[in-house]
């Protein structure tokens, strides 16, 4: 039986089509982690609220989105690490000190 185990050829499990492959992150967010829309919305957030996300989320006018407060500090934690070439709005004074970049 082990003759015949190493005579039979197994099948390669390594063997992924390309097509299968996730790629962890497309160009579009290695280069622009935060859209441009998300930018202008979080500035027009923090402006009003600074970092207080459970204002922003109470906020029906500024955050017309309507995001929960969790998807508010996601989307802020991201806005607040890009790097000054990734920033394509106006940093809010309020928050300057808290940005990476600065």
């Known amino acids: 039986s082990l003759t015949n185990a190493?005579?039979?050829k197994a099948i390669?499990?390594?063997d992924i089509p390309v097509s299968d492959v996730i790629p962890k992150q497309t160009l579009s967010q290695r280069m622009l982690p935060v859209?441009?829309?998300n930018q202008q919305y979080m500035a027009k957030c923090f402006e009003k609220h600074?970092?207080?996300y459970t204002k922003m989320a109470r906020d029906i006018k500024t955050n017309n989105m309507q995001?929960?407060?969790n998807q508010l500090r996601k989307i802020g934690a991201r806005f607040l690490l890009l790097d000054?070439?990734?920033i394509r709005v106006d940093i809010p004074?309020?928050?300057k000190d808290l940005m990476v970049s600065s």
């Open 12 to 14: 390669e499990l390594y």
């Open 84 to 86: 000054e070439n990734q």
């Open 93 to 95: 004074e309020s928050i």
């Open 6 to 8: 190493s005579s039979c």
């Open 35 to 37: 859209s441009i829309e």
């Open 50 to 52: 600074g970092n207080d």
């Open 67 to 69: 995001h929960n407060e």
